[in-house]
């Protein structure tokens, strides 16, 4: 009766620590799904349940070898934490995508890296860290979102812009319009393309304030010797 009533217990901690394993990545990954990140809630929850699982693994490893002498069993649990993590990097590194000069998905990834994290702490049954990284990650997630957007902040974008080869304004004119719009300038390089009928101007542009690409963009639409311009927003 007491060997049962102890598998029962096992039985119910081991269901608590999946349990409570869902729960946590199931909130962050429905924060990520909601904002459209390719790694949602689905991603998250598995990552952080089977990260509680190894470790459950760890834990009652002794049940491996139940006949074998107790100085037999080295009990590790960091060595999995490690191979957990090994693992976890590189499916982070799936979710990060470049785009041109923009690189998307390091948040993603990051999200994914503390999940697995809060599935080891709630596997070896760290349930009081566990619950304070996950409230901090969903508050650093959606909060932090909202000081990112109140923030000053400088943006930074690739500007190129294409003329006819004997159209092309004076280096100073094209500064003079872009530094209206509320732009510094750098990096400033020269290109002739198309077999020297197109000249081209690259540079970095940084501003205060996003809508600056807006109006640039409309300015540089509205004149007629403008051949071509791209502009390349960089950040996650």
Same mark, same amino acid.
């Given at each position: 009766?007491?060997? &049962? ?24 990954? &429905? ?25 459950? &693994?760890?834990?009652? *490893? ?43 998905? &390091? ?7 503390? =999940? ?15 619950? @304070? ?27 190129? @812009? ?28 020269? *290109? ?28 540089? =639409? ?11 927003? =960089?950040?996650?």
């Amino acid at each position: 009766m007491t060997t &049962l009533i102890f598998v029962e217990r096992e039985y119910l901690t081991i269901l608590l620590h999946l349990g409570l394993a869902v729960l946590a990545g199931g909130l962050i990954g &429905l924060e990520r799904t909601y904002h459209g990140r390719p790694a949602g809630f689905r991603t998250h929850t598995l990552v952080c349940t089977a990260s509680s699982l190894l470790m459950l &693994l760890t834990v009652y *490893q002794w049940q491996l070898l139940p006949n074998a002498p107790l100085d037999t069993v080295r009990v590790d649990p960091t060595r999995m934490a490690q191979g957990i993590m090994t693992g976890i990097g590189f499916l982070g590194a799936g979710v990060i995508m470049k785009e041109g000069l923009t690189v998307r998905g &390091l948040t993603t990834a990051a999200s994914i890296w503390i =999940t697995a994290s809060i599935g080891i702490l709630i596997g070896i049954g760290f349930y009081f860290p566990a619950v @304070v990284a996950t409230l901090v990650t969903l508050g650093t997630l959606s909060l932090f979102r909202w000081i990112e957007a109140i923030m000053p902040s400088q943006f930074y974008a690739r500007l190129h @812009v294409r003329y006819k080869r004997n159209e092309a304004p004076a280096e100073s004119d094209l500064r003079e319009l872009i530094t209206r719009h509320g732009f510094s300038i750098a990096n400033l390089s020269y *290109q002739l393309a198309e077999k020297g009928k197109i000249f081209e101007y690259q540079m970095t542009i940084c501003t205060q304030g996003k809508d600056s690409y807006r109006r640039l963009a409309e300015t540089l =639409t509205a004149r007629k010797k403008v051949r071509e311009f791209h502009i390349f927003p =960089t950040g996650d």
